[in-house]
């Protein structure tokens, strides 16, 4: 049997993809709630539905197809059926704060009367108090949190399909992600990957489930080849669960070999793809401003250890060296983003120059403004599809972000 899922590089020519489009939960939100929403702005609607469209013809055009999550969500649930719905709901509304309770009741009456997309479409654009028919008869809900405006937050990062969930050859990690404003977004993956016809009992491997307290954001997974992954030790991915997930790959899978790079923990460089991507078969874009004194940075390189379920280390701080040798290449372009030029390079890595999607060896999808690192890349011999950007970007991050690789051909 064919897996659904088949990715065994950041660049063979991409099949199928996962995006999300935006839709009323990027516009769902006060200013005030922006930072713990991890939004810097509010995005224009109609202007971002404009360029994520534009995003998903430019690779349409290039023959591949693109699946959207909110689809693929609710057709999981149409399929799996009444108690999958309830079950589904329940989960969520737990998640959400309510896990029992007047409140709990409520919303549960209000998003279970919609049919499963409208309640998809819902639960993604956050539920506010003003629509749900509920007078508060307890204390509890009567004065705690009286002046919010929401029972259920909006999840406006949902259009970056890249996080919540990341596949890794013939499986998939499902992720317990950060930050509360993102971590109910990998139910919809698992809902899809347990129910949706195309996934459901198709020999899926889930390398990581989303059952853990320690933090892996799919950012920060990039699967450099059949056997070797690099992994951003970052804000958002722990040491510890790339060590498990390292362990899981080795036992049962082809990968050997896990790079775990350290990169600073700030929210302009939250995953490792914010810095750094792999664009051909020997050439990645680099932020200079993860590189420290000499070009150097923390890099681990690990490999199975000894006995079963032990995992053997190596340190090296010269990236260029590390990657050559575990792709086994004699050398290497790393193409700085806005050209190394400190201004450029953090206002282009600001607005994800650094963001690369690689639809096939040597060609890229870039987001326009950042004119800086797409000649430059251009110079490099890249061919480069630009997209739209002003809004999109508003969100932080640019079209490897925006999109979840489901199938590659092999490279
Ligand atoms: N793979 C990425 N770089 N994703 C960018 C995610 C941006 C999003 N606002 C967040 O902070 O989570």
Redesign the pocket.
Known sequence: MTSPIHVTSEIGKLKTVLLKRPGREIENFTPDMMPR????DIPYLPIAQKEHDYFADTLRDNGIEVLYLEKLAAEALDAGGDKVRDDFLEQMLTESGYATGTIHDALKEYLGSMNNQDMVNKIMEGVRKNEVDFVPTDLVSAAETEDYEFYMDPM??LY?T??PSACIGEGLSINH?T?A??QRESLFNQIVIDYHPRFANKGVHVWRNRDHDTRI????ELVLNDHVMAIGVSQ?TSADAIQDIAKNLFKDGHFDTVIAIKIPHN?AM??L??VFTMINYDQFTVHPGILGEGGHIDTWTITPGKNEGELHLEHRTDLKAVLKDALKLDDLDLIPTGGGDPIIAGREQWN?GS?TLAIAPGVVVTYNRNYVSNDLLRKHGLKVLEVISSELSR????P??MSCPIVREDI
Do not use: S, V, Y
């Open positions: 929403l991890l939004f810097d406006p990062n970056f890249r996080d992600m930050f404003a993102r954001e799919g950012g920060d958002r929210h939250m995953h793809d914010t994800d963001n969100g932080r991050g640019g490897r972000c």
